[in-house]
């Protein structure tokens, strides 16, 4: 199982009857341990193996008495640190067969200590391999490069032969190419001679990189192989469509590495390798498969690159004449409080490469800053800090195109109701935008054009914006660029009835977009809404408030005539009650307290009671809306998480700063309000949908998208 618990850092991470896995991953090889260590390194945790993770005797007796994410690490460490079979399994209750297959692996890692690659005979390295031990691993047991193992590997023909999975039952001969990797004799794979296109798929999933990926690398392959190519995809997630023995011609069920890819490169000899669909699995693959041959179709890894290196794309759009955000690049602590005091606070920080807004924080002083680099340059991997001026009360926007290196196709405008600073991949999102002008449109597409060309994107490009109006005037900012399949393609496929998956696949194959006649925009006169949804039921205590780090693990999509319709039928299915009358609690930020009047006018005049705290309140009552004041918990009793508790409150709308004594201050309402199934909004712009929803109550209608896409003809 792949866990998240980095993205919830409240949650208790112990293992217990109450699911709390995010993805999962499969391997399969001839031996348990072979398996074991293919699985463990295509969890993607940045494991290799059974790598260390303490010598402390108390840390790892406390981590193996109990079940946890990283137990099995620990239980290796416990080999390591002399503890005995029986020992641990008194510790740990787990069956002594297993606990005997990983210390015999320990003991093989520890006679390989103070040896050296050169020493290694052909026998040797091949019993290694038929062990699982990757070529990083016994890079770092040996002190050489993952490299040079595989130079040695090469050169004394020490290499994997494909296994087919029978799946006869030994009946008859298989005759489905669903194969794995294993160190033996004879090689079943039988590649063929025909054109060839592999996929690289998405791996385990996670927050972040979902099953979003795992639809486009399945409609890639439909489409390559009706248009004649033989299609062979590559992952290790048995929870996917990908890994289904029929969607493509050949399947590989092997981890996401670069040792594991080149090799099946190397038997099958493939037209080209399709990086773009997978998330960023693949994508960080991308630059060292072509430095070893390996032909990419589609958008270029340099290209990839310019999108992802600050510098690199600060350039182009300066050529562009594109705005972005003031922004700087930091490499060390200093040097980001220094760049921060010349852009100015509140900033957007973030490692680079990363996905699902990993380790992404609003910081609002040098305080913050300060503490956010000593914790983030753990997970930065090398790679600098980003520092962007965050962009108060800006409208964000996601636009997803298909480009065959000429003509550009906008696949669908999405407007996310979350104002900017809170993730994409949690916010939700309208197709067509429901508040934007033409004019603005326009300009974002203008923009998603220019910049798609000027990538020379074949294939699948998404670009997030965020619009700022200041007394009158909008201005379009460039968040990012990302020339690859987003999350956001499966609910603009279905809004639109447009495959753009299968068509950006063709594109990278060399059919334009002109000879598959996809010329022409496709703008549905309804309105479709995702909305996201969140796990945080499984976590008791985490706090479910939205920020840039995304932590929603699936989301719904509601279909309307209107705006308000689709809205509320996005709630509905992401498992919102929103109740009919009731009480409605107000608690927000200085800066939200007009648009909160706005709101309680909404729902004063459809007949809701309204409770707020003491601030929130008085500016509702100088507005001439009646309204009960309540305490903050703070405060002393009876406070909001009482009313909470007693089934006084129907709905909470709560916003809060970013300060984080005031995030602390409104927790347990959040909370509370989570406990108790109390719908809760955290974001004026998502309460405010939510009572939009609301109005079309009695006015909801079913629709097939068959009949809607019809529309579209």
């Avoid at 959040?670 to 199934?677: F, G, P, V, W």
């Avoid at 004026?684 to 998208?705: H, K, T």
Wanted: net charge negative; hydrophobic share 40%; proline share 5%.
């Amino acid at each position: 199982p792949r866990f998240a618990f980095e993205k919830f850092p409240q949650a208790d991470n112990h293992l217990t009857t109450q699911m709390k896995s995010v993805g999962e991953v499969m391997a399969i090889g001839r031996t348990f341990q072979e398996s074991f260590q293919k699985a463990l390194r295509g969890l993607e945790v940045g494991s290799d193996g059974l790598d260390e993770h303490s010598s402390d005797r108390d840390e790892i007796v406390e981590e193996i008495g109990e079940p946890g994410p990283e137990r099995i690490w620990f239980v290796a460490d416990a080999f390591r640190i002399g503890m005995t079979l029986s020992e641990i399994f008194e510790e740990t209750a787990i069956d002594p067969w297993f606990l005997a297959q990983i210390e015999e692996l320990v003991q093989i890692e520890g006679r390989l200590a103070g040896r050296s690659l050169a020493e290694l005979t052909v026998d040797e390295l091949r019993f290694l391999k038929r062990k699982g031990f990757s070529d990083r691993r016994l890079a770092k047991l040996l002190a050489a490069s993952a490299s040079d193992v595989r130079a040695m590997r090469l050169r004394l023909d020490v290499r994997p032969v494909y296994k087919r999975v029978d799946t006869c039952a030994a009946e008859f001969s298989t005759t489905t190419a669903y194969m794995y990797s294993t160190y033996e004799e004879e090689c079943e794979a039988e590649p063929t001679d025909r054109r060839k296109v592999i996929v690289l798929g998405g791996g385990p999933n996670r927050i972040g990189q979902g099953i979003e990926f795992d639809y486009c690398c399945v409609h890639a392959a439909f489409a390559l192989r009706d248009h004649g190519f033989e299609t062979i995809m590559i992952n290790c997630n048995p929870e996917t469509v990908s890994t289904d023995y029929d969607t493509s011609d050949r399947l590989y069920f092997e981890p996401l590495t670069l040792e594991d890819v080149l090799e099946i490169v190397d038997k099958e000899k493939p037209f080209g390798v399709i990086v773009q669909y997978g998330g960023q699995t693949p994508l960080k693959l991308a630059r060292d498969l072509e430095a070893n041959g390996v032909p990419i179709i589609g958008t270029s890894p340099d290209s990839i690159d310019i999108a992802e290196d600050r510098e690199r794309f600060q350039k182009l759009l300066h050529e562009l004449g594109l705005k972005q955000p003031p922004n700087r690049t930091a490499r060390a602590e200093d040097e980001a409080l220094r760049l921060a005091a010349e852009i100015g606070y509140p900033l957007v920080v973030r490692p680079s490469y990363v996905l699902g807004g990993r380790a992404m924080e609003i910081v609002h002083d040098h305080r913050d800053l300060e503490r956010y680099m000593r914790d983030a340059v753990k997970v930065s991997n090398d790679s600098p800090v980003l520092l962007d001026r965050f962009l108060d009360d800006a409208i964000e926007v996601d636009v997803d195109c298909i480009s065959d290196g000429e003509r550009v196709l906008i696949g669908g405008v999405m407007e996310h109701i979350e104002q900017a600073g809170v993730h994409s991949g949690d916010s939700a999102c309208s197709l067509p935008p429901y508040s934007l002008s033409n004019a603005i449109v326009d300009e974002l597409k203008r923009q998603t054009e220019q910049m798609a060309r000027a990538l020379k994107v074949v294939g699948l490009m998404n670009v997030q914006f965020a619009i700022q109006t200041d007394a009158g005037v909008s201005t379009v900012y460039v968040l990012e660029v990302n020339p690859r399949a987003s999350r956001t393609v499966p609910f603009v496929s279905k809004a639109t009835g447009r495959p753009l998956a299968k068509i950006a696949a063709l594109a990278m194959v060399g059919i334009s977009l002109q000879a598959q006649g996809e010329t022409r925009e496709v703008i549905p006169p309804y309105f479709s809404i995702k909305e996201s949804v969140f796990p945080f039921a499984k976590f008791p205590g985490v706090d479910p408030l939205l920020g840039p780090e995304m932590r929603s693990t699936g989301e719904v999509m509601g279909v309307g005539e209107t705006f308000g319709e689709a809205l509320f039928k996005s709630q509905l299915g992401a498992g919102s009650t929103l109740p009919e009358s009731g009480t409605v609690f107000l608690s927000v930020m200085d800066s939200d307290k007009p648009k909160a009047v706005a709101l309680a006018r909404l729902l004063h005049d459809k007949g809701y009671q309204l409770v707020a705290t003491r601030g929130t309140a008085q500016a509702i009552e100088q507005a001439g809306i009646p309204v009960s004041t309540v305490n903050k918990v703070k405060d002393g009793r009876p406070h909001v998480v009482d009313l909470l508790k007693n089934g006084d409150v129907h709905l909470v709308i709560t916003t809060v700063s970013e300060v984080r004594s005031q995030i602390a201050d409104s927790r347990s309402i959040r909370t509370t309000a989570l406990a108790q199934r109390v719908t809760y909004y955290t974001t004026m712009a998502g309460g405010r949908a939510a009572i939009e929803g609301l109005q079309q109550f009695d006015r909801l209608n079913v629709y097939d998208l068959q009949s809607l896409h019809r529309r579209l003809l």
